[in-house]
């Protein structure tokens, strides 16, 4: 088929698709609302920060994020290839597994898993930091709304780059070899940030960024330079878009090696569990380790945050941030819909003589061990460049780690109950809810996670370390009020027989 | 006491009903149903997927449930089983109230669900693990590694179940309903999408399980093999049970007129 035939079809494929998607929303006003909210936040995002008085100042913190602009732009860059990767190509439009029974090309699926990159809330708020931080550093300048303009190009070219890039990838994971190859590939470009750090040469390398010249683009009196930069990425957006369809049909006629290696590998027997609850937790901890998108999810989680507070060298009392971050994505990867990970097998547990409320303390215990493993991991890497911490510090870092899992581990059981859904988390493209309902959980979870990872930071500040331990205490008390509130909930047999039933269809 | 010198076509049915049949003819008194339902509802929201069932079947008998999608065969052993609770009506599975005595009643269940029914990243060996563990059982790898070679799963005991095809999943999810010798054994769809020598096994299950006096019941489609396997069947329609028979009485050409006639 020629190819202009091809993506004019796949272009209307994707039409029928979303209209499909939006046909099964069940709270269409909240969505339209959602829509309605998200336009009218990135107006404000892209305006009111070039409003506050020093907003465009040639000197201070305006001058200062003008000149962080492109390490920035880079960054943004790396994170949505990060993203697209490590979710093997990107968000489906339409499950696997549904979606095995109609004709929809590799090349509708590139553009549908493009289009649903902005509802993924990391994305989201990368790229209202970026238009924010613009506004910020221009003002009212004249300059503001081609920069504005530049900076919507950059991330519509960067996304689709990055789309390319992850496709090529899954390409290469599919060949023989090929996670060793691409693992090999990670640790190497580690290898370089680090040797690049260690040499003190990663400051000097981001002041090179060839990024420079997309900001120099937006700040330009030349008009004819500004249209340059303009059409530089509307063709980069256009050709990525187009050359992205490439990778996706070959991976697309590959079969994924890392679903198969877990599906075909042997797993030993163990020994006899000491107690119910010990059985419960072994079979849930199976499922979640043993699930692909997991296990690439809570790797990227857990290096990729505390990486970047490596490299930045972040101090103790902005490390209070980092736990909410892994938390909430960490919750994102199934834990707001954890009774999904039983899959069909939901009916036959169900039948099982065990107390409910033993099922749910199970499930809520290798929750909250999965968020405290990334947790954990994260933290322990920002700790290395820290220095030794105060007893204020390591006081208010630890209680924001329990303060957080609880507060992820009740938020995530409780939408699980309330909204279960039928998700097949094998492969490492599935998301445990709807793209549109991910969105609300995430912008829910980034909100309480981070306004505690602030609370904390100001705390680490205070000398008395008995102060965090005092507030901890209501923040738990009120996370802990409402898991028990949900245990009780999955306890009722009517209930539980609502979401067992909906996530074992 | 009651005597009926006579039994022919009926006499299976007349006996689950109303008594035992000695030797010598002679009616003894009934035992009490392993499965008692009377006046089942179900409701889902609007939905009413039972609407006032009663069924009685017994222990050393096996009763196959049969009807079109959506007439509440499924429902109606999920709510057996202790997974979905009834809306109204009264359920005793092996004297125990479903309602009241859910978990009694679930050690006293195995159950074949018709979907899926594992969890897709445990393997077969880790599935009868946790059911061993949940019920207390102590010698269970024995007639676990017996049940996995009956039914020709040996060499995938520990592979997850994703993988699997879908009369594998079928055939493991029979394993799983039988390894604790229940006195109650529900099978929903167990023939659906199994192989011959597949269905030959359920049939061996079946007939052990009648064979230690456990009550049976068997949903399915097929009715050409809910008719070999078992000895009463009931016809559900529209959410109610329309007959219970011999089984004998739905097989062949004949049988096959008298259920689409009930299924009208």
Redesign the interface.
């Known amino acids: 088929m020629p190819i202009a035939v091809s993506s004019t079809r796949a272009l209307a494929d994707v039409g029928h698709l979303v209209r499909f998607r939006a046909g099964s929303l069940r709270r269409r006003r909240l969505s339209a609302g959602a829509m309605v909210g998200f336009v009218v936040v990135s107006l404000a995002v892209a305006v009111l920060p070039g409003l506050f008085p020093d907003a465009g100042a040639d000197d201070g913190w305006a001058l200062d994020l003008l000149l962080l602009l492109p390490t920035m732009l880079t960054g943004f860059l790396a994170l949505a290839i990060v993203s697209a990767t490590a979710s093997g190509g990107g968000r489906e439009l339409i499950a696997r597994d549904p979606g095995s029974i109609h004709p929809i090309s590799p090349t509708t699926d590139h553009l549908g898993a493009l289009l649903l990159v902005p509802l993924n809330i990391a994305w989201l708020l990368q790229a209202w930091t970026l238009v924010g931080v613009t506004s910020y550093a221009l003002g009212t300048d004249a300059a503001l709304p081609q920069a504005q303009l530049i900076v919507v190009l950059w991330l519509l070219a960067t996304t689709a780059v990055a789309q390319v890039v992850a496709w090529t990838i899954e390409v290469v994971r599919r060949v023989r070899h090929g996670i060793a190859w691409v693992r090999g590939i990670g640790v190497a470009l580690l290898g370089v940030a680090v040797a690049l750090h260690l040499t003190a040469n990663l400051v000097p390398v981001f002041d090179r960024l060839p990024t420079r010249w997309f900001v120099v683009g937006m700040v330009s009196d030349s008009a004819p330079r500004t249209a340059l930069t303009a059409v530089v990425l509307l063709v980069a957006f256009l050709a990525a878009t187009a050359l992205g369809a490439v990778p996706a049909h070959l991976a697309a006629h590959r079969p994924p090696r890392d679903e198969q290696d877990?599906?075909?590998?042997?797993?030993?027997?163990?020994g006899?569990?000491r107690s119910?609850l010990t059985?419960?937790v072994?079979?849930d901890r199976?499922?979640v380790w043993?699930?692909v998108p997991m296990r690439r999810g809570v790797a990227v989680l857990a290096l990729a945050p505390g990486l970047v507070a490596l490299a930045g060298g972040l101090p103790w009392e902005q490390l209070t941030i980092l736990p909410g971050l892994v938390g909430s994505g960490g919750a994102l990867l199934w834990g707001v819909n954890a009774w999904c990970?039983?899959?069909?097998?939901g009916?036959?547990?169900?039948?099982?003589?065990?107390?409910p409320g033993v099922v749910f303390d199970a499930r809520a215990y290798v929750l909250a061990e999965f968020l405290l493993v990334a947790s954990l991991v994260t933290v322990a890497l920002g700790a290395v460049r820290a220095g030794v911490p105060s007893v204020a510090e390591l006081t208010a870092l630890l209680c924001t780690v329990v303060v957080v899992t609880v507060q992820v581990v009740a938020a995530g059981l409780r939408w699980s109950e309330q909204r279960p859904f039928a998700v097949?988390l094998?492969s490492a493209r599935a998301t445990p809810a709807p793209p549109v309902v991910m969105v609300g959980y995430s912008a829910r979870l980034a909100l309480s996670t981070t306004l505690t990872g602030l609370t904390f930071s100001v705390l680490a500040r205070v000398p008395e370390w008995q102060v965090s331990v005092l507030v901890a205490v209501p923040f738990l008390a009120w996370s802990t009020a409402r898991l028990l509130r949900t245990r009780r909930l999955w306890v009722d047999?009517?209930a539980r027989?609502r979401v067992?039933?909906a996530v074992?269809? | 006491m009651l005597t009926r010198p006579k039994l022919s076509g009926g006499s299976t049915l007349f006996a689950v009903s109303f008594g035992r049949v000695g030797k010598d003819g002679v009616v003894s008194p009934p035992l009490p149903p392993m499965v008692d339902v009377r006046g089942l509802h179900v409701r889902f929201g609007e939905v009413e997927a039972v609407a006032g069932i009663d069924l009685q079947a017994y222990a050393g008998q096996a009763t196959a449930l049969l009807g079109r999608n959506g007439a509440g065969k499924s429902t109606t052993m999920?709510v057996l089983?202790?997974?979905?609770?009834p809306s109204a009506g009264t359920v005793l599975v092996a004297g125990h109230d479903v309602?009241t005595e859910?978990?009694?009643a679930?050690?006293a269940?195995g159950?074949?669900?018709d979907?899926?029914?594992?969890?897709?990243?445990?393997?077969p060996?880790?599935?009868l693990?946790?059911?061993a563990?949940?019920?207390r059982m102590d010698d269970w790898e024995t007639p676990a590694r017996d049940l996995l070679e009956r039914f020709e799963l040996g060499d995938v005991a520990?592979?997850?179940?994703?993988?699997f095809s879908h009369g594998m999943g079928r055939r493991l999810?029979v394993i799983?309903a039988a390894l604790h010798a229940p006195d109650v054994l529900l099978l929903d769809e167990p023939f659906d999408g199994v192989d011959p020598i597949g269905v030959e096994a359920t049939f061996d299950v079946i007939s052990d399980a009648r064979a230690r006096g456990a009550c049976v019941l068997v949903s399915t489609h097929l009715r050409e093999l809910a008719v070999q396997a078992c000895t009463t069947v009931s016809v559900l329609r529209g959410g109610s049970a329309v007959a219970t028979v011999p089984s004998g009485e739905m097989a062949g050409e004949e049988g096959a007129r008298a259920y689409r006639g009930l299924l009208d």
């Open positions: 877990v599906e075909t590998g042997h797993y030993a027997a163990r006899r569990p119910e059985a419960l072994r079979t199976a499922s043993r699930a990970l039983d899959g069909r097998g009916l036959w547990r169900e039948s099982l003589p065990v107390p097949d094998r047999p009517v027989a067992v039933t074992a269809v | 999920r089983a202790g997974v979905v609770p309602r859910t978990l009694r679930k050690q269940v159950y074949c669900p979907v899926g029914g594992l969890v897709p990243r445990a393997t060996w880790e599935h693990q946790l059911s563990r949940l019920r520990h592979r997850v179940t994703a993988g999810s799983l």
